[in-house]
């Protein structure tokens, strides 16, 4: 079997081909884990010509990796239309710091959405800003005060669409346009929805990041993040990454492309379960809102049916109670839902989320009145459990607030 070309496919078939070459896979049908700090090479000749390529995909030592590592980058490449190529990181958080070192350089500007990844916001606020980079926050919602920064030079743009915790949809290809006619490089992290629900370079973006740790890997048993972008930004990527010395495991190589091969599928069903759940929370009167753009009637569904192929199982809920200790109670009467951070995984987690503390310049859903009254909220990762499970689960953890 030669290599299958899947262009000609579509985003199911891809994730189960994806960088599944012959000469990675041998006659088995994963690439399997190569351990490799030593490459050997034949002769001399072998080894001074490998050192002098720095080519893509060619042996070396093992900080450029080895097929396993390979492999992976390929398939992400493969789903992520209009990528040239795809660096790894050891992390989703690795993964931004990768990117924002790739484009930024001391006295540079970075505009960054007020809904961003709390982390990156911490990024901006101590890594960036020591080495000289200036970011400032924009409403993701408002294209004119985002427009106005433009009045001075703009090195780079940061989005995430939905937001972290809130789920705000921002309008990517208008927002990427103002960067492009302002030469500002627009980068963002598409975590949520991953290259099967959306493809931020085929609107507009220079480079698209995610945590695999979330949907690729898929059970919660794995770190590791990716970026892509086309040949320009890719070669800056994976440049920075090898002087900073990134490399990621053979062994969570393996894993997370094991993981992308059901992630077609295991992401239809958790948007379908967190759908189906959503619209149940909508219903009770105890909440609210709830804070997910595929329901129809959310503020952002229309651009994101406009802009988006899939989704996935994560979204948010307010509470009507105004005791800040609600959510905890809620959380912690629930049988079916872990506690913790992280997502994408196949069991269900419920997290208590306040982010009114992580906003600059954005209104916060949690606090409708303004600073005066703020509202518990929950974030959920809806997984691979029988919805009606939980959903029964959380009817009965909402009854017990009525007593409280
Ligand atoms: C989890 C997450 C990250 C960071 O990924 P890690 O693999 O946990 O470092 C980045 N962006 C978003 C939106 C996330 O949810």
């Given at each position: 079997?030669?290599?299958k070309?899947p ?17 990675w ?9 190569w ?6 090479y034949?002769?001399e ?8 390529s720095n ?5 070396f ?15 992400l490449?493969?789903?992520e239309p ?7 990181y ?10 924002m070192?790739?484009?930024l350089?001391?006295?540079?500007r970075?505009?960054?959405t ?5 982390p990156?916001?911490?990024m901006?606020?101590?890594?960036l ?10 409403d ?7 427009r ?6 703009v ?6 669409s939905?937001?972290?915790l809130?789920m ?18 627009t980068?963002?992290?598409n ?6 629900g959306f ?8 480079i698209t ?13 794995l ?26 495991s053979?062994d969570?190589?393996?894993l997370a492309?094991?993981?992308?091969r ?30 997910c ?8 569904h229309?651009i ?8 996935c199982g994560?979204?948010s809920?307010?509470?009507?109670s ?13 049988e079916h ?16 989320i306040?982010?009114q ?10 606090q ?24 029964a689960?959380l009817?009965?953890?909402?009854a ?5």
């Amino acid at each position: 079997m030669s290599g299958k070309d899947p262009k000609n496919t579509r985003p199911a078939t891809r994730v189960t081909q994806a960088g599944r070459r012959p000469e990675w896979t041998g006659p088995v049908v994963n690439t399997p884990v190569w351990r490799a700090s030593t490459h050997l090479y034949e002769t001399e000749a072998d080894r001074k010509l490998a050192g002098k390529s720095n080519a893509d995909g060619g042996f070396f030592y093992g900080r450029r990796g080895a097929p396993t590592q390979w492999s992976l980058a390929d398939a992400l490449t493969q789903i992520e239309p209009g990528a040239h190529g795809t660096v790894l990181y050891p992390s989703g958080v690795a993964a931004i710091a990768g990117c924002m070192l790739a484009v930024l350089r001391p006295g540079d500007r970075l505009l960054m959405t007020d809904n961003a990844y709390d982390p990156t916001r911490s990024m901006a606020s101590g890594l960036l800003k020591r080495l000289g980079v200036k970011a400032e926050f924009f409403d993701p919602l408002d294209i004119g005060a985002y427009r106005a920064l433009f009045d001075e030079p703009v090195r780079a743009v940061w989005l995430e669409s939905p937001g972290s915790l809130t789920m705000e949809v921002c309008d990517v290809p208008a927002f990427a346009a103002v960067a492009r006619e302002n030469d500002a490089v627009t980068m963002i992290d598409n975590t949520w929805a991953s290259p099967l629900g959306f493809s931020p370079l085929e609107h507009g973006c220079d480079i698209t990041m995610m945590s695999l740790s979330k949907h690729v890997g898929g059970h919660s048993d794995l770190m590791m993040g990716s970026a892509s972008a086309g040949e320009r930004w890719y070669r800056a990527l994976r440049r920075t990454s090898q002087q900073l010395g990134q490399v990621v495991s053979p062994d969570d190589a393996a894993l997370a492309a094991r993981g992308l091969r059901t992630m077609a599928i295991r992401l239809e069903q958790s948007t379908a379960s967190a759908v189906e759940i959503a619209k149940w929370l909508r219903q009770q009167p105890q909440i609210a809102s709830v804070l997910c753009p595929m329901l129809e009637g959310d503020p952002g569904h229309a651009i994101w049916s406009r802009d988006f192929t899939g989704g996935c199982g994560l979204f948010s809920f307010v509470l009507e109670s105004d005791d800040p200790q609600a959510c905890g109670r809620v959380v912690d009467e629930l049988e079916h839902f872990g506690i913790g951070y992280s997502w994408g995984g196949f069991e269900s987690l419920a997290l208590p989320i306040v982010p009114q503390e992580y906003r600059a310049v954005m209104a916060s859903p949690t606090q409708p009145g303004g600073d005066t009254g703020t509202k518990p909220a929950i974030r959920l990762s809806i997984g691979l459990e029988d919805p009606q499970d939980l959903i029964a689960d959380l009817a009965q953890t909402l009854a017990k607030m009525d007593h409280k």
